[in-house]
């Protein structure tokens, strides 16, 4: 059984028809606009937040260096035993800033370190404690899941809004059947019921 011409069927909202409602072609450009958004907005959006994101790394790693500190106090291991080699704990630590001066000041180093151990700790070129920046590598996957993200909210905010339309548009169609159906059912002779 043949069907016609899917290019027909696909298009039928634009094609001249004695059926077509003028809410039909509204909501053939509204999904029309939410395509559109999704795939273009969403990729711009995805694109540019991630080159934000990855010039963002990329400043981190130019103004922060890591500089030898001197760690004040003993940092012992949780008394509960179930420790590992990764577990950082807060500590009084020493360092030299840029200028020279010496600072003082908190930061997570490993356990079980004692008091007088060199430890390393990253600044900012201001002299202040800072995180350590992100590799070249973790800085890439992180800017793409970042830009990833932003592009797919991006996208599930444009599907809403559409899908929103497309719903008042429906509520509209259905008012619309009923008048006309309030106007046209009593000529067509008795109801039942």
């Known amino acids: 059984m043949r069907r016609g011409n899917p290019g027909r069927q696909r298009f ?58 001197v760690l004040l106090a003993d940092v012992p ?13 807060l500590a009084q630590v020493r360092w ?12 997570l180093v490993t356990v079980g370190l004692r008091s007088g151990s060199r430890v390393v700790v990253w600044q900012d070129g201001r002299g202040a404690l800072v995180t350590e920046p992100p590799s070249v590598r973790e800085a890439g996957v992180e800017a793409a899941v970042t830009g990833g993200f932003a592009g797919l909210a991006l996208a599930g905010g444009v599907h809403t809004a559409g899908a929103l339309a497309r719903w008042r ?16 059912g009593p000529k067509w002779g008795h109801r039942t019921g």
């Open 12 to 69: 039928w909202r634009w094609r001249s028809n004695p059926l077509r409602r003028r809410d039909d072609v509204v909501e053939a450009w509204v999904v029309l606009a939410v395509w559109t958004l999704t795939v273009v907005g969403g990729t711009t959006v995805g694109l540019v937040t991630a080159h934000a994101t990855e010039t963002m790394f990329d400043g981190q790693r130019a103004d922060r260096h890591a500089v030898h500190a």
């Open 77 to 89: 291991k949780p008394a509960s035993g179930k420790w590992s080699s990764g577990d950082k704990d």
């Open 96 to 107: 030299r800033a840029p200028d020279g001066s010496t600072h003082v000041d908190r930061t």
């Open 169 to 184: 548009l429906d509520r509209r169609r259905m008012a619309g059947w009923d008048r006309e159906w309030d106007l046209i």
